[in-house]
């Protein structure tokens, strides 16, 4: 693995300073989070543009495009955040009330938000008016007579853990999937189920490696005391350290529904997807759609690199989530006397989930177009075309209308 802590140090260094002029010179005009959402991710895809370092990723090798990523959530959310705060309160849904701030923070406050030590490399990305309550020990790291704060040491080390773990995984699967099999002649001389059953080996295998990233990094935001996000319901109450959980491995690979994965994987920038793009699409007194859905999807394409598999995957991503809903609404939509029915279908849409999202992922692997479209046909693009059969089905066999609280959970 190779890193160029020069050039990253360089890039980085110039980043800052660059976005919190960028910050300051907006915070006076109107509509700034959106000015601010337009330039910062402009100058990240400039970057992904000249460094074009998705070959070295592949191979292990890491530059400054990580970190940028992570930086230009923070100082869009930031604006958007400030930008909230001289919006009607009314106006605003829970989570920008929560969030919104009333005045710009000062720049040791913005330097230090930005370049988070636990967080700076690869996520998660928290947001800013969490990290102040931290720093002035307000919110729920206000000292309280009830004792000292609750120490972060078995939870942190829990993580590392599981991070050791997870990295062990990582190298004992790498060099059994290649993922340049896909292109070799033997490859294409398989049976289709061999081929797919490869296909969710090398995805099964790449994730490991995120699990072990994201771990470490929750590990360190722990220890700080940052991770803390207050206490249970139980009695006694216990201590929760979710603020930095980026992914919950079982959740993952063992969903139920494509629709749950948002909630599992990379948890931190789906949530700041959901608050900073998919919910502020949807016009008031109207109802989500496809179109928030796969706007938000692409956004993440982006935000992730101009290659080809990455648009490819996250396209296919929001078919996958569409076509889940499907299922689950005429699961919804049966009676109690059905349950077996029911369970069957929730075993369908688990399967459904376990075929698409791995099938699919070999584009967010590979890459290149031409290697994205050997993978996804040796297949026979099932990834494409069995959720855009399960949307045209939903549309000719309607479910009855479900129950309040299934549609609210979904």
């Known amino acids: 693995m190779e890193f160029d802590l020069g050039a990253m140090a360089s890039v980085i260094g110039v980043s800052v300073p660059v976005l ?3 910050l300051c010179f907006l915070a006076t005009v109107p509509r700034c989070g959106l000015v601010t959402f337009v330039l910062a991710m402009g100058y990240l895809i400039g970057c992904h543009v000249y460094y074009m370092s998705g070959d070295a990723w592949k191979e292990g090798g890491i530059d400054s495009t990580g970190a940028l990523m992570v930086l230009t959530l923070k100082v869009i959310s930031c604006a958007i955040n400030y930008n909230d705060g001289i919006l009607k309160e009314e106006d ?43 720093t002035e020990n307000k919110g729920i790291w206000t000292p309280s007579d009830k004792g000292r704060s609750p120490s972060p040491y078995w939870p942190a080390l829990r993580a590392i853990l599981q991070g050791a773990i997870c990295m062990g995984l990582y190298l004992y699967l790498v060099p059994q999937y290649p993922l340049t099999r896909f292109t070799e002649p033997i490859y294409q001389e398989w049976s289709f189920w061999k081929r797919i ?15 072990f990233i994201w771990s470490i990094s929750e ?4 220890i700080s005391g940052l991770g803390f996000s207050g206490w ?16 919950d491995i079982l959740g993952v690979e063992f969903a139920t529904s494509s629709v749950q994965l948002p909630l599992v994987w990379n948890i931190q920038v789906s949530t700041w997807l959901r608050h900073y793009i998919y919910d502020r699409l949807v016009q008031k007194g109207k109802k989500p759609g496809f179109f928030q859905l796969l706007a938000t999807q692409t956004v993440s394409a982006v935000w992730h690199g101009l290659y080809p598999g990455y648009m490819i995957f996250f396209v296919q991503s929001a078919l996958m989530i569409a076509g889940s809903r499907v299922l689950y609404r005429w ?3 049966l009676p109690p006397k059905m349950a077996m029915v029911k369970n069957i279908l929730v075993f369908i849409n688990f399967l459904y989930t376990l075929m698409v999202l791995n099938c699919s992922a070999a584009g967010f692997m590979v890459l290149s177009f031409h290697e994205t479209l050997t993978a ?7 990834a494409t075309i069995v959720p855009i059969s399960l949307i045209l089905l939903g549309k000719i066999i309607k479910p009855a209308r479900p129950a309040r609280k299934a549609r609210k959970e979904e």
């Open 331 to 333: 699961q919804q939509s």
């Open 219 to 222: 590990s360190s935001i722990i």
């Open 232 to 247: 249970t319901n139980s009695s006694p109450p216990k201590p929760r350290w979710d603020r930095a959980k980026n992914v």
């Open 20 to 22: 919190r002029f960028l």
């Open 92 to 134: 605003l849904r829970d989570a920008q009330k929560k969030n919104r701030l009333l005045k710009l923070p000062s720049i040791t406050e913005y330097f230090g938000y930005c370049l988070c030590c636990g967080s700076h490399f690869a996520g998660p990305v928290f947001e800013i008016k969490d990290y102040l309550d931290w």
């Open 197 to 211: 059953s490869y296909q969710y080996m090398a995805g099964f295998t790449a994730r490991w490696k995120y699990y």
């Open 376 to 382: 996804y046909k040796s297949v026979y693009f099932i």
